[in-house]
């Protein structure tokens, strides 16, 4: 039977592509993909998915592995089991707004009460605001998060930050640092219990390969 893994598409594509192949995974027609959503290279199907929807394809077990974002998981908080923290596709969830904002944060967290915050990862704002006690007005966005402060619709954004110039180019600045992100090695709880020497197989290949990588 086939081994399915699960590849987010997106800016960490290319990280995950790249690791099947330098571990030596069957990979013909993953670097190109075009438009293709399913390639099948030897014993492996490869499936395509839109980043946020990786941990539900593991979790469902459709997936046996995948590879997805820290960031993804955390919003997501589906049952998958982490195998290996692959180093790839490393930045941080800030929040972030305009300079305006600064003071307010310095304050007492009071001064943050009914706050609005635009984000595409609502969960993981509800947690990070709520652990400090403050009530927050969560504004759910899919994408282009910087447009809300900057058109008035929010105070501020929770967001990922990899290189800084989408808030640079926004005006934007890191107001607080949440937590640090990388891209995970994921298996469905199912293919651990049924499949563990095939699944193990594939984490000792990527494994071995990250660690050449980055000794
Ligand atoms: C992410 C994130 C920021 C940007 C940060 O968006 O939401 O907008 O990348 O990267 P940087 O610090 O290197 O500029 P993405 O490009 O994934 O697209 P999206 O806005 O459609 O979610």
Redesign the pocket.
């Known amino acids: 039977m086939m081994l399915t893994i699960a590849l987010p598409t ?2 960490v594509f290319s990280d995950a592509a790249e690791m099947i192949a330098g571990a030596g995974l069957p990979c013909d027609g993953l670097a190109s993909p075009g438009r293709k959503l399913v390639i099948e290279a030897g014993e492996f199907r490869y499936i395509l998915a839109k980043p946020s929807d990786v941990p539900l394809y593991v979790s469902y077990g459709t997936a046996d592995l995948a590879f997805a974002g820290g960031d993804v998981l955390l919003e997501s908080a589906m049952p998958v089991v982490e195998l290996l923290d692959t180093g790839a596709g490393r ?1 941080s969830v800030v929040v972030a707004g305009p300079r305006s904002q600064a003071e307010r944060f310095r304050g007492h967290a009071s001064e943050l009460m009914g706050l609005k915050v635009a984000t ?1 990862y609502p969960r993981i704002a509800d947690g990070h605001f709520s652990a400090r006690g403050v009530q927050v007005d969560i504004i759910h966005l ?5 447009l809300a402060p900057k058109l008035g619709l929010s105070d501020c954004i929770l ?9 640079r ?1 926004n005006s934007l600045e890191v107001l607080e640092h949440v937590c640090d992100v990388s891209l995970r090695l994921v298996a469905s709880r199912k293919s651990t219990a049924l499949r563990w020497k095939e699944v193990q197989s594939v984490m000792n290949k990527i494994s071995s390969h990250v660690k050449e990588k980055r000794p």
């Open positions: 997106g800016r930045c595409k899919h994408g282009s998060i910087e967001d990922i930050v990899q290189t800084g110039s989408t808030l180019a």
